[in-house]
């Protein structure tokens, strides 16, 4: 799964990292980035990306591109 974080959406909610934290941390400005994308399992990531309060995070099917959150 390909995760990107929107940095100039992301207010450092740290949900994401709560969610699935081998995946995500906090940087030192407290802006979210991706340590290890296969850190956690896909339900975990797909949690993060759910519950981050600003939408910061979208993924998509690695190898096809289609997106898997957010969906239209
Ligand atoms: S949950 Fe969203 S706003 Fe919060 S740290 Fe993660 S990406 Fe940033």
Known sequence: MKITV???KCEGYAKCVQAAPKVFQLDAKM??????????SDEKITLAARI?????ISLEEEGTGKKLFPTE
């Open 6 to 8: 929107d940095r100039t």
């Open 31 to 40: 802006i979210a980035e991706v340590i290890n994308p296969k850190g956690d």
């Open 52 to 56: 981050c309060p600003t939408k910061a």
